[in-house]
Each structure stands twice: as C-alpha cells, then as structure tokens.
C-alpha cells in the first residue's frame, strides 16, 4: 500500500485538500460506485464487484472505467445498487451477471440498460437518475449524500470532496469558543435520543476545570431495526472522526474513544482504518498540523448491551466495568470517564459537526424547525415498499416519509401506525400521520425520536402484539438495577402476554397504566423513564384494541395466535391441494377440486395454510 | 454551604451530601432499603423516591443518590411520589412476601394486596449483600450475574468461592433473604461450606447458638445427629433383608 505523506502544517493539509478536489475534478473516466455496507454485502454486492472486475479485464477496459466500492447509498430496497458517476445513473438490485451488460452497453455504447433501472410503483415509469427516484427526491442528504461518493478506505477521497478542511479552518483561525458559539447558534440537538443542545453540552465540559479531558463517540446502536450509525461509520468514518477532532479541540479534549458495537464488523474495520490513516497522514497525535493540540482516538468494543448506549453505563463500560448506569449528577460533563470531565455525542451529531464548521451555523439553522434545526436520519422499516435509510430535513411529515419517500404500504394494505424511537419509543397512529417530525412534536404524541427507528406497521399488525414484542425486548436488556425498570418492564411482558393469550381481565388495562406510570417515574436511567412508552402509547391510540382482547377476546388483527382460528370458506375453495401441501401439521385434508376441510384440533395456527391460498379461501376470525 | 428547601422547609447541606442525608438530618423521614450507612449508595429499591423541581417540570430521584444542590425544591410525599412507591413495595412483596422488613414496610405504606403473580424468590436483588460483601468484609466473594429478569446474585460460575471467608456478611444484612443457608445443595447455595469444609456449626446443635436462625435448616448438625445414622442404618439392613430373602 502507498505510504501517506505526513501533513505538518495547516497550509499543507489546505494545499492537500485542493489537489485532491482538482484530481476529482480532472477525472474523465466513468466511476461505477457499488454500495457494499453490510446491508449491501448482505445482498451480494462484493460477487457483484467480482464480477464487474471480471467483465472490465475480458473487455480491456481498465483504462476506461474505475469502481469504487462505498458505503450504503441509503436505499436497501434497491441493493445492490451501482450509481454510474458522473452520468448519474442509478442501477437497482444488480446481479453478477449484470456486470457484463453494464460495462459493455454503459461503458462501451453508452447506453442505458432499462431492465436494471427503478420502476416508479406509482406511475410505472423508468428512471434512470438517483435525483428523480422518489425516494430521493425529498430527501435532504446532507450528511448520507457523501456516502455514494468516496472509497471509505481511502482518506484521499475523503480530502477530495473537501474532507478535514473545516479541521484546517479550525485550528487556523477559530478560538475553542468561537467553536462552540457557533455549534450553539446552528442549534443542532444530539441525535442519540434525547436531543439535548449539543453547543451547551461542549460548554459544560469545556468549563469545567481539569487539565485531563475526554471525548466519546456514542456508536452502541441498539434499537431494533435502526441503522444510521453503523451506514455513517462504514460509509463515511473521516468525517465522524473530523467532528470528533474539531469537538476535542473545543473542548480541550485530548483523547476520545468511539464506543462500538462488536456486532457491526465492519464498521469497526473502516474507522480502525480511518484512525490509522489519519495518524499516518498527522491529523491524529502529537501536534496536531503544527500546532500544539494533541489529540488521540481510541476504539472500545461493545458487547451489545442496549443499557451501555446510556451515557454513564456507556462510561462504567469503557472502564471495564459492568455496563450500569449511576445517579446523573454528576453529569460526564463533570465528572465522566475516569472521573474526568468528558463529553459524549452520537455518531450522527459528530457527523454533523465539519458541516456547520464549513457552511456555517446561519445555514445550519435554516433547515428544519424552530425548535429541531438540520436534518435527521431515520432507517424507514416494516411494512414499506422503499426500505431504506433516509435523511430528512426536521419538520417533515410523517405522511411524507411513509408516503411519498417510502413508497407506501406493501400489497396496498392500509397504513395503520409508525413506531419511532426504537424500544423507548412509542407508536404513532394513521391520525396523526400529518405530524411534523421533530423533537417536540413526537415527544407530546407520546413517542420519542429517539435514534432515528421508524417502523411502519399495517393493518394486519396487532398493537398487543407489537407492546409484547417491545417489552420482551426491554426486561430482557433492562440492566436489572433499579427494581421499577427490571421488574416493572417484567411484570408488564407478563401482563401483556396475559391480554394477547385471552387471560386478560376486567381492570387489567387501568393497572397497566398505574404500573407503566411507576416504572417511568420511578426509574434511574432513561432505559427506563422510557420503558413505559410502548405501552402507554399503544393503549393511548389503540385502547379499542386491547379491549377486544380483554373483553371478546378477539385480535381484530389476526395476529395473536390463541385468539384466532382458520377455517376454510367453502365457496372460495377450489380444492388445488395448495394448503394442504404446506400444512405440517396435517390438518387439512381433501382431494384434488373438492373442498378442503381443516381440523381445528390439530391446526397450531401458523398460517401457512393462510399464505398458500391464492383464492383466499382461508379466514381468520 | 448548600441551600435547599425540603417540604418547604428551608435547609441547609455541605457539599457531598445527598439529599437523604439532609432530610435525615432534619428529621424528615424517608424510608429506605437498599440504603446502609456504611455502604456505598446502590439506589436499586427506589423506595426512597422524593420528587424535585417545581410545576410543571418535576421528576422523582432516588433521595439516596441524588446530591443536594443549591436552590433545589424538594417533596418527599406528593402523591406522585407515593404512588410510586407503594408501587415499588408491591413489587417487592410479590418477588419476597415472606419478608418480615418488607411486610412491615408494605402495612406502613398501606399497600394492602399484591396484584401480581407472587414468584417467591426471597430476593429483590437490592445488592447489600454484594456491596457488604465488597466494601466492609473485602471478600467480593458474590456479585450480580446476568442483566434484565435473569439477573441473580451468586458466586463467579454459581460454585463455592474461594473469596467467602464464611463471614454471614451478607446473611446478616439481608432483608429478604434467599442466600440464608439452604442446606447442603451443590448447585444453588451461596457457600456450600457444609459439604466442602469443616463445618462452622457445632456439631450438636443448641436452639440458642446457632446462628443460622433457623435450627436444623443448614443440614449439617442433622447429618450429626447419631439417631438418625442409626435409623438409616437400620433401613439399610432391613432392605438387604429383604434382598437376601
């Protein structure tokens, strides 16, 4: 591998940076960028590349073309995905023996390959651009745009599109304080949950006297089906790391360490190399570009704890010590990693960081709301046509994410509600579907916005269900220490489970409520303040539906399985056997064109039998 | 010096102080559990909730960790804060109900059923033992295992400790109690010091002296007991009795 030059001074790396930008520029070859995040490996985007290399040897046409492997371009759905640059096509869901088509026809004729391109669901039409995919259309990608971009492994792409030169404006000309007035003036709130003014916190740890300081970079992503921090890290880990250089400097940190999940592999690879690269290259370590700030990162490895994302077990982890929180104050901006003054964001707010450096913090505050400034990134899952990581300016409607970014509810079933905030979150229902998305907002519609989890449920979702699988979620990632969160999160599950299975009783409701309120209040951490969400927020909006469990005893859903029953329609059935080759149980039985009997004594409800259908024969009641 | 007002009472703390131990001070009471003077504060029972800050933006703390600070508004039994905490005891009753400290507890707040399903494990995890065991014995022979529901209290890979001198630290803090000797079972006691090494009791027991509290109950004098050898070995004669016949 090719030795980075060590940067001394400021006007080094300046100088760096713009010949970085004007090698960019002057490249003439077409770049085929794959998106190979864990998500898009996972759909084999590296056979994809295999091959892509495969058909540029056999076809000579090294010269002609490059590929760059980068992180995820946001949009799962349509994984792998290739985006041919600088023309700006947009392949969907490639296959290795794509590859061939593509550098034959795109590279060589310079055509368009219709069969790969994405197909409007609303319209039917082709479009080859990634600015005109809906999906991307209203979306604002301040942040997640750069991903599509650069080689993550490589620092000098990162310099190309004008990577650390808001490092280089900092430590030229701006005072620390400077710094964190203007982080202050953008408004920009952490984006790990709480959204607490990120500016405030850096003064806090800034004021604080102490000559040992720290930084960490919050990456234990939990929430079930959230994934923003994991696509930044491995997509774009110098620019986390930029942030987290020009925080430590605000600040007067001189170490920092990024708290990462173990179960994300390669994004500890990418930042790893990050680290190492930026050492190599000066802008880690001893004197800093010639100037007398020292700044070290460090990586701890997290064991997948969804407790160690609360800032003060997050510290007790990185000590090595059990991940459990401890009474706040002392805050970390007092009295933190070591018992030093230390100050911890979320990968995203670090991201946001060189951003409002370099554009400035009146631009910043010019996106989003009153109270809820830039943009977020929200990983839109469930029941969506367009699954995907989309970023978002504040203030946006619900309806227009589900909608208009994300296409919509598969199978053109009705919307029914959105889950936010992960475990702690709560669901917002189809009436409120024009609430604008920011801090405030959620936080009165009784969720939270969390991490950025979004869960789009249809009607065949059961609200019980869904509080069951929550709680289950939470007594088991409780820390245990506080008796309200560990046994109240506990006792709710069984609660809970009681109502789903038909044992709910009169009452049961109204003591749910009591004891969600205790666990709320009662609790230590904000595991648990925010345990009661799921739950409270459900019976909140879908109080019908817990009732007919309670009283009917019916899932008007379908979902809970000892409330349910199949049958079969006799008029729909057409007796193609279809059911009964699926049913492991044996419990449909009949010939070939007569109607089809199930017996209810053997059935285990696993609807099968309901999914092999084509004549929808089969009901749930 | 601190200022705070409690109950609106106006008072005054020095630094380092939480705010149990000013309303201590001043005689405002506060019950406590997992709370010991010479113990680190836990803060686990949160039975010593108060509420603070003013309409509309209050929240409950635990009183035992929560440190005086200067112009804090402190109540320690608003009906938030009651609620909560007849909340908390009935959690407890219904995990050790045969508690004699937290039945007295239970009456005093008025808690009068428990809705929840009793699972009886004479445990509330509320950690004096852990913390006696480390802070005042320096044994650290026990610690919590596990996180969530599963979380328990034994020793590293639930076998007999090499740490534990056997100093009933921990049994005699205890409010519940589930590590007060069960009896010689390998798999599940806390010291197993019966069925490992000589054993700390006497070898015939005395109502008085034994420290177990409940006679007998640690199996190791019964084991003693010439009766009963002589009756097993009567029984074990007869079946070969029987077998010969």
Not at chain 1, 553 to 571: D, H, N, R
Request: charged share 25%; aromatic share 6%.
């Amino acid at each position: 591998m090719r030795k980075i030059k060590k940067i001394k001074t400021i006007k080094d790396l300046e100088q760096s940076i713009h010949s970085q930008i004007q090698a960019r520029k002057s490249e003439k070859k077409p770049v085929l960028t794959v998106s190979a995040g864990t998500c898009g490996q996972a759909r084999g985007s590296l056979k994809v590349i295999k091959s892509l290399e495969k058909a540029i040897k056999e076809q000579n046409l090294e010269d002609k073309v490059k590929i760059k492997v980068t992180g995820c371009h946001g949009f799962c759905e349509a994984e792998p995905n290739i985006i041919v640059q600088p023309i700006n096509i947009f392949y969907q869901k490639v296959q290795p023996k794509d590859a061939k088509d593509i550098t034959s026809e795109t590279i060589i004729n310079n055509k368009v390959i219709d069969q790969l391109l994405f197909t409007d669901l609303a319209t039917g039409k082709k479009i080859s651009s990634e600015n005109n995919i809906p999906f991307y259309k209203k979306q604002r990608r301040i942040i997640l745009g750069d991903n599509a971009l650069i080689d993550p492994t490589d620092i000098n792409d990162y310099l190309s599109i004008g990577g650390y030169r808001s490092l280089a404006k900092v430590l030229g000309s701006i005072t620390p304080e400077k710094i964190i007035e203007s982080i202050k003036q953008s408004g920009l709130r952490g984006r790990g949950g709480a959204g607490f003014p990120t500016g405030y916190k850096w003064e806090f740890a800034r004021k604080t006297k102490g000559d040992t300081k720290y930084i960490i970079c919050n990456a234990d992503e939990g929430d079930p089906g959230a994934y923003m921090d994991r696509s930044l890290l491995e997509g774009n880990p110098h620019r986390v790391l930029e942030g987290m250089i020009i925080g430590a400097f605000a600040i007067g940190a001189g170490e920092g360490y990024i708290y990462v999940r173990d179960e994300y592999p390669l994004a500890v690879e990418h930042i790893s190399l990050a680290i190492s690269k930026a050492e190599e290259m000066g802008l880690l370590g001893k004197n800093i570009l010639g100037t007398d700030f020292d700044f070290e990162v460090h990586i701890v490895k997290g064991a997948g704890a969804f407790v160690c994302g609360e800032e003060t077990a997050l510290i007790a982890s990185v000590e090595g010590r059990v991940g459990e929180p401890r009474q706040r104050p002392p805050f970390p901006a007092v009295k933190g990693l070591w018992g030093k003054p230390t100050n911890i964001n979320n990968v995203e707010t670090w991201a946001n960081i060189p951003l409002i450096i370099e554009k400035g913090a009146e631009w910043f505050s010019r996106i989003g709301t009153n109270g809820s400034k830039g943009t977020k990134i929200f990983s839109l899952v469930g029941k969506i046509n367009n699954t995907g990581l989309v970023e978002v300016p504040m203030g946006i409607t619900l309806r227009e994410i589900i909608f208009d970014i994300g296409g919509g509810i598969p199978g053109g079933k009705d919307f029914k509600a959105v889950q936010t905030g992960g475990p702690s979150g709560g669901c917002i229902p189809k009436e409120m579907l024009d609430l604008p998305v920011d801090y405030e907002s959620l936080t009165k519609a009784g969720s939270i916005m969390g991490s950025g989890g979004m869960i789009v449920m249809d009607e065949n979702t059961c609200m019980v269900d869904v509080a069951k699988f929550f709680l289950n979620f939470l007594r088991d990632e409780s820390c245990g220490k506080c008796i309200s969160c560990r046994e109240g999160t506990q006792r709710m599950w069984e609660i809970v489970t009681d109502i789903a299975e038909g044992k709910g009783k009169k009452g049961d409701l109204e003591f749910l409520e009591a004891l969600a309120k205790a666990t709320r209040d009662a609790s230590m951490c904000g595991l648990g303040q925010t345990a009661a969400n799921p739950v409270l927020s459900t019976i909140r909006h879908f109080r019908d539906e817990y009732e007919a469990h309670i009283t009917d005893k019916k899932c008007p859903a379908g979902v809970c399985k000892e409330l349910i029953q199949y049958s079969i329609i006799a008029e729909n059935c057409t007796g193609c056997l279809a059911c009964l080759k699926v049913c492991s149980q044996e419990a449909i039985s009949g010939e070939l064109k007569k109607v089809h009997v199930l017996d209810q004594s053997k059935c285990i409800k696993c609807g099968a039998c309901y999914e092999a259908c084509n004549f929808d024969a089969i009901k749930i009641e | 010096m601190i200022t705070l007002k409690i109950n609106g009472l106006e008072t005054r703390a020095e630094e380092g102080q939480t705010i149990l131990d000013v309303a201590k001070f001043y005689g405002i009471e506060i019950p406590t559990l997992c709370y010991n003077e010479g113990l680190s504060r836990y803060g686990g029972c949160r039975l010593c909730l108060v509420q603070i800050g003013e309409e509309p933006r209050t929240k409950l703390v635990s009183s035992c960790t929560y440190p005086a600070e200067e112009g804090l508004v402190v109540r320690t039994d608003t009906k938030r804060v009651i609620e909560a905490r007849k909340m908390m005891i009935e959690l407890m009753l219904s995990l050790a109900p045969n508690s004699k400290i937290i039945q007295d507890l239970a009456s005093k707040f008025g808690v009068k059923q428990v809705r929840f399903k009793i699972r009886n494990e004479e445990c509330i995890l509320c950690g004096l033992c852990v913390r006696m065991c480390a802070e005042q014995m320096d044994g650290r022979a026990i610690g919590f295992q596990n996180r969530g529901y599963k979380r328990k209290i034994s020793t590293p890979f639930d076998i007999r400790s090499e740490e534990c001198r056997l100093c009933g630290g921990c049994l005699y803090i205890c409010p519940a109690c589930q590590l007060r000797c069960q009896g010689p079972d390998a798999d599940t006691a806390v010291c197993n010091a019966c069925l490992t090494m000589d054993p700390t009791c006497l070898d015939y027991y005395d109502e008085l002296q034994c420290w177990m509290y409940d006679v007998g109950r640690c199996g190791t004098c019964i084991r003693e007991k010439p009766e009963k050898s002589k009756s097993k070995e009567k029984a074990q004669k007869s079946k070969q009795k029987e077998k010969n016949a």
